[in-house]
């Protein structure tokens, strides 16, 4: 069991927020997280306009903060980007790359997901690289075929070395705001299979984080971070409410060898 492992949970905010609202949620997720064993760590990927008033009110904190995309540019005339470089101004830690939402809406294929993933590493920032499979394609028996091919993709364009500082989410396309999480046996057997795919590439990324995401919640936190291989979550729609989140966290630290 894993339970002797670090978690960590981050939260998706995707397109919420606005900075009252915001000032309040940030002021009690960092008191709530300064309550957590040290080996839980904590994360907010917010919307970028509100990346420096993460930075300031939880600077000095427990909880890291980054963003939910970057450009596959470096910088140039790419109206609407913001570069990798840009956000590590604000200290930001994260970068979620290839969440299915842009995957979906935005038409980010495989290979930008790639890139994207390497502006993140080269700029400094903790790229979260997400995978996940539609409903289609698990019930055609594809899941692993997809989220394989998904994090081969980012694979071969790292060295090792770099692909050693990724975070990987597995996160069912079917499972991500629909309140249908998948089962803890579900997500571990996929877990499983990414941590086999990862140790192929080399033993040094076999620890890599996998975070599990798609509507967890309190009530199912726990089971789901008690599983072997699932190293934490990304959390969407519950990310939005502090005291959801916290008992998260919480769900996280009764799973580590300190909680
Ligand atoms: C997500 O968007 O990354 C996510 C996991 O969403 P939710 O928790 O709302 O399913």
């Known amino acids: 069991m894993s339970t002797q492992r670090a978690k960590l949970v981050v939260g998706n905010w995707k397109m919420h927020g606005r900075l ?3 000032a309040a949620l940030l002021q009690a ?4 997280a300064g309550e957590l064993p040290a080996d839980v760590r904590v994360g907010v990927c917010v919307p970028t ?4 008033q993460a930075q300031s009110l939880l600077d000095g904190s427990r909880v890291m903060w980054g963003v939910q995309d970057v ?8 109206t ?9 101004d604000f200290a930001a830690t ?3 790359v290839g969440h299915s939402e842009r995957r979906a809406y935005h038409r980010e294929s495989a290979d930008l997901v790639a890139v994207k993933t390497q502006r993140a590493l080269e700029a400094g920032l ?3 690289v997400c995978v996940g499979e539609t409903l289609d394609e698990r019930e055609a028996g594809a899941t692993e075929q997809v989220v394989g091919a998904q994090l081969d993709e980012v694979l071969a364009k790292l060295s090792v070395q770099e692909a050693a500082r990724i975070v990987v989410a597995y996160e069912p396309v079917w499972a991500i705001g629909t309140g249908k999480s998948a089962t803890a046996g579900q997500a571990q057997a996929v877990h499983a299979f990414l941590r086999g795919r990862l140790a192929a590439k080399g033993a040094e990324i076999a620890g890599v984080p996998l975070l599990y995401g798609g509507s967890v919640k309190p009530d199912n936190a726990e089971e789901l971070f008690r599983q ?13 409410k502090d005291q959801d989140f916290l008992a998260i966290c919480k769900a996280a630290a009764a799973t580590t060898a300190a909680g």
């Open 20 to 22: 009252a609202e915001n």
């Open 29 to 32: 997720v960092a008191k709530g």
């Open 49 to 52: 306009p509100y990346l420096a």
């Open 71 to 78: 450009s596959a540019f470096t910088q140039g005339a790419y």
């Open 80 to 88: 609407g980007e913001v570069s990798a470089q840009m956000v590590t």
């Open 94 to 96: 994260f970068a979620i």
């Open 126 to 128: 903790t790229p979260i």
């Open 228 to 240: 072997q291989d699932i190293d934490g979550g990304l959390i969407g729609g519950a990310s939005l």
